[in-house]
């Protein structure tokens, strides 16, 4: 059962169109008052790229955001009125793969400065690797630093979950979840800012260089506080962390793939007990968008701790922090505890 779709789509539609129409009455009133008239209007896909967009844009542009907080953005269906609203935006920035619906309005909007995310760094074909691995491969991931990503391929082939991530078959979009790959990102987001808004590319360049600057301090503190730890093995509903893993030396096992509310096989759950107990894992992981009832019924079986980790899909209320830098920080945290950081 998938408990986010307990949530009837047209009721989360209705709250999405409500939230844009909310932020388009601000912006005509601030546009009348003079203030917000040679703005740049911004439209972002869901948080991470909402986030780029205002931090480097700054001053110089007002960001719509067609996922509304607390929607889960894999599921987001638009309304005819926001698709309208991507046609009249200045510049739009997603992140292809995550939200079919968005991918689709976007390339039929006709907006020139239009921005993929995805193409501004190098997105990894989790897909490819999982060939070379029989059903029995945990020893061989132990071994390999990059093993995760076979395991959260193999999980996410065998149970379709159903998202389109990529086209490219199987290419794992999550890159802001590794400070590197967001740090790239920002740039590419800069560098097409300061071409789209030319009057104002000093401040664009001036708001990426710190960005990039606080990015680079989050990967230090990453490198640091997980590079001596009792184990290397998380556990995690949503296998969403594949590039972090990657980035920290670390091994994620997803409980049933990409999708956070798939159910597990009976065999992974098995699976799960023997890697738990091998490899010393303490904690099962939870994320805040989605149901955590998987995840304390694995750690119940187990004997594990459950605790979350934010794939930052979106903030809410109940975030472990006000925005991505914060969340990192209490990700960071849980790993460390997690992990057993000495």
């Known amino acids: 059962m998938n408990v986010r779709r307990l949530i009837p789509t047209t009721a989360v539609a209705g709250a999405v169109v409500l939230g844009l129409t909310a932020l388009s009455a601000c912006s005509t009133s601030d546009a009348a008052d003079g203030g917000n008239g040679d703005k740049l209007k911004v439209t972002a896909s869901f948080y991470p790229m909402q986030f780029l967009a205002e931090k480097i844009g700054g001053e110089h542009v007002t960001v719509t955001s067609l996922t509304k907080p607390g929607v889960e953005p894999h599921d987001l269906e638009l309304t005819p009125r926001q698709i309208g609203s991507i046609s009249e935006s200045d510049y739009v920035l997603y992140l292809k793969g995550i939200q079919p619906a968005v991918d689709d309005a976007i390339k039929q909007s006709g907006v020139k400065n239009t921005v993929d995310a995805a193409t501004l760094t190098t997105l990894e074909n989790h897909g490819a690797e999982v060939s070379g691995h029989d059903h029995g491969h945990e020893e061989e991931a132990h071994e390999d630093e990059h093993g995760h990503e076979g395991e959260e391929a193999h999980e996410e082939h065998s149970e379709g979950d159903g998202h389109n991530h990529g086209e490219e078959g199987g290419a794992d979009p999550h890159i802001w979840l590794d400070p590197v790959k967001y740090a790239e990102v920002a740039k590419g987001v800069g560098k097409s800012l300061e071409k789209a808004d030319p009057d104002h590319a000093a401040d664009y360049k001036k708001n990426t260089e710190a960005l990039v600057g606080e990015l680079n301090k989050l990967n230090t503190a990453y490198?640091?506080?997980?590079?001596?730890?009792?184990?290397?093995?998380?556990?995690?509903?949503?296998?969403?962390?594949?590039?972090?893993?990657?980035?920290?030396?670390?091994?994620?096992?997803?409980?049933?793939?990409?999708?956070?509310?798939?159910?597990?096989?009976?065999?992974?759950?098995?699976?799960?007990?023997?890697?738990?107990?091998?490899?010393?894992?303490?904690?099962?992981?939870?994320?805040?968008?989605?149901?955590?009832?998987?995840?304390?019924?694995?750690?119940?079986?187990?004997?594990?701790?459950?605790?979350?980790?934010?794939?930052l899909e979106g903030i809410t209320k109940k975030s472990q922090g006000a925005d991505y830098i914060e969340v990192m920080e209490s990700n960071l945290a849980a790993l460390q505890k997690a992990l057993g950081a000495k």
């Open 223 to 311: 490198e640091t506080g997980l590079k001596n730890t009792a184990t290397k093995t998380f556990i995690t509903t949503h296998s969403a962390f594949g590039y972090l893993a990657e980035r920290y030396g670390l091994t994620q096992q997803g409980i049933a793939g990409i999708d956070p509310e798939a159910e597990p096989t009976p065999a992974r759950i098995q699976e799960l007990h023997t890697i738990a107990e091998k490899e010393k894992a303490t904690t099962v992981f939870f994320e805040t968008l989605a149901s955590d009832r998987t995840a304390k019924t694995l750690a119940k079986d187990t004997g594990l701790k459950t605790d979350v980790l934010d794939p």
